[in-house]
């Protein structure tokens, strides 16, 4: 098992920039390929970004690609989302999440481990 706990969200203006943590416990993180997912309220959970274990491939979601960067420091067990350029319509609860297999998958349902969340509101 492994147990994830999303920071960093808050309130920001459009074209603003927030970083997200994610910390893990448990398991060894390097196992981990490690994801971040958001869905906003009626919306289907999307993915964001992805990173492999040992962050040398990463990968992104078409909207957010040139403002999001994805990145994770083994020695600390944890990854970050870097969000710059910010739009009202990344308003969302953003989601880390892990998985215990070697290949990158965009898919929610290739990920077993979840955090609870963290709330990312833009304002116009």
């Known amino acids: 098992q492994v147990q994830l706990e999303e920071s960093g969200g808050g309130l920001v203006q459009a074209g603003g920039s927030l970083r997200l943590s994610c910390a893990a416990s448990g398991r060894t993180f390097t196992n981990y390929v490690m994801g971040w997912f958001r869905q906003a309220p009626g919306k289907e959970r999307e993915f964001v970004a992805a990173i492999s274990w040992s962050g040398g491939s990463t990968y992104y979601a078409d909207s957010v690609k040139g403002r999001f960067t994805i990145s994770r420091d083994n020695a600390k067990n944890t990854v970050y989302l870097q969000m710059n350029s910010l739009k009202p319509e990344d308003t969302a609860v953003y989601y880390c999440?892990?998985?215990?297999?070697?290949?990158?998958?965009?898919?929610?349902?290739?990920?077993?481990?979840w955090g609870q969340g963290t709330q990312v509101t833009v304002s116009s």
């Open positions: 999440a892990g998985r215990g297999l070697p290949s990158v998958v965009t898919t929610t349902r290739g990920y077993g481990y």
